[in-house]
């Protein structure tokens, strides 16, 4: 069964894909940072781990510009082989070509050797985040609460009703201060 999910399910993500989520991630760091809050972050859809490195980076990089942000960033996906491969945390490089230069100078090893053509996530980031396998449509394990849930480019695979049984089971009971991050269609 697991072989079939990690052939069945589409995969497709790259670094910083629809950089306004990530200028939004800052605003509400810089938000948690004034209240001395930590922010507790899931990717609840991650595949191979290019979207929560990119948090991962984003976050860290307000740290190492003396904002000291806490986070943890939990990362998710029903498919084990796309987890095992954002757990390596190694890309080819036509995955990092939106990623801004100052974030891959700062948080990626450019491969040489055998390596040429794919870059590392610094080992810095790869400790501090964690994966694991969630199927979003079976019950949820305990997990959370989180600050902000990154729910992206996974809905669209399921039917009306599955959407919004996972959307119940994602959000908290209370969800009216929720709301989607504005100009981006697809959930
Ligand atoms: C197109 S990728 C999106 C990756 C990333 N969120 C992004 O936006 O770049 C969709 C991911 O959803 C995962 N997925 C599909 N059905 C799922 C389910 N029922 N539970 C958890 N993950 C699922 C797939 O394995 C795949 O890695």
Partial sequence: MQTAIDLLTT??????????????LQTLARRSLERRESMSIWSAASSSGEEI???????????????????????????????????????PLERVQRLPQD?????????????????????????????????LIEPLPDIGPFDVIFLRNVLIYFDLPTKQKVLRAVLPPNASGWRAVRGHGRA
Wanted: positive net charge; hydrophobic residues 40%; glycine residues 6%.
């Fill in 103 to 135: 974030l891959l100078h700062r948080y990626c090893l450019k491969g040489a050797g055998p390596a040429a053509g794919t870059v590392l996530v610094d080992k810095s980031l790869r400790r501090k985040v964690r994966f694991t396998s969630i199927n």
């Fill in 53 to 91: 490195y990119t948090i991962a980076m984003v976050l860290q990089q307000l740290i190492d510009t003396g904002q000291p942000v806490r986070w943890e960033i939990l990362g998710s996906d029903i498919s084990t082989r796309v987890i095992a491969s954002a757990q390596r945390g190694v890309y």
């Fill in 11 to 24: 995969n497709e993500t790259y670094f910083y894909r629809e950089p306004a989520h990530f200028v939004q």
